[in-house]
């Protein structure tokens, strides 16, 4: 069983919808973290959190929202995507000066 | 700014083989971490060894092993006698020792055919 549970698996949205995906940890780390993993691009870091604050955003379009309520759950919140943002969208968990324990990711396709 | 590089795109041996993964790194931090992961069909990326950058010290678990060269920028990744469960994308990543910015490379899919 991963330490790190993502929130759908799966989902298919139009370019109107909202949806939000949940990462949640239960390893008592106090960094998480957004990733995107596109089929022919590296994987792209989007947003950190740690303790609860925002540390890093890299240029991330503003139709990707995230949240950190605290240190065990994160949140992307997606509006009007567009077809390119489908990828597979993975959450990480650390301790600020460890390895990072990911998720099985979100699958998403925007239709 | 930092960067990980991974040349092989694929690599494709024959069970028993042993094979080596590639990762180049540039980074202006004097101390910073190392990592590997590994990337079964299934998607979640595993972890599989973190090393710090004052630590040169090669290392050694079960069939893997990992060389960490500071002189040439590289931390490549030994498997030996190669199984089919080894098949893979494996991503190298660098991260700053201070912060949480964790870059990867692009990754190299691994096939060990029977």
């Known amino acids: 069983e991963t330490g790190v549970t993502q929130t759908p698996r799966h989902l298919v949205m139009g370019m109107t919808n909202k949806k939000s995906l949940k990462c949640e940890q239960h390893l008592g780390h106090n960094a998480m973290y957004w990733y995107k993993q596109s089929a022919k691009k590296p994987l792209e870091l989007m947003f950190v959190?740690?303790?609860?604050?925002?540390?890093e955003n890299n240029s991330v379009p503003s139709r990707f929202s995230p949240e950190c309520p605290n240190s065990s759950h994160l949140f992307l919140h997606l509006h009007t995507l567009q077809p390119e943002d489908s990828a597979l969208y993975l959450c990480?968990?650390?301790?600020?000066?460890?390895?990072?324990?990911f998720g099985q990711g979100t699958r998403l396709t925007v239709v | 700014a930092q960067k990980v590089t991974q040349a092989q795109t694929e690599i494709s041996v024959v069970e028993k083989e042993d094979v080596t993964l590639d990762c180049v790194y540039e980074t202006r931090d004097t101390t910073y971490y190392l990592f590997w992961y590994k990337q079964p069909p299934s998607g979640e990326l595993v972890f599989l060894i973190r090393r710090n950058s004052f630590d040169e010290q090669n290392e050694i678990s079960g069939r893997y092993s990992w060389n960490f060269q500071k002189s040439t920028s590289s931390f490549n990744f030994t498997i030996t006698a190669s199984q089919v469960v080894d098949s893979a994308v494996y991503f190298c990543?660098?991260?700053?020792?201070?912060?949480?910015?964790?870059?990867f490379g692009a990754g190299t899919r691994l096939t060990v055919k029977p």
């Open positions: 959190y740690n303790f609860k604050e925002q540390t």
């Open positions: 990480a968990s650390s301790l600020t000066t460890g390895e990072a324990f």
């Open positions: 990543a660098l991260r700053p020792y201070n912060n949480n910015d964790m870059r």
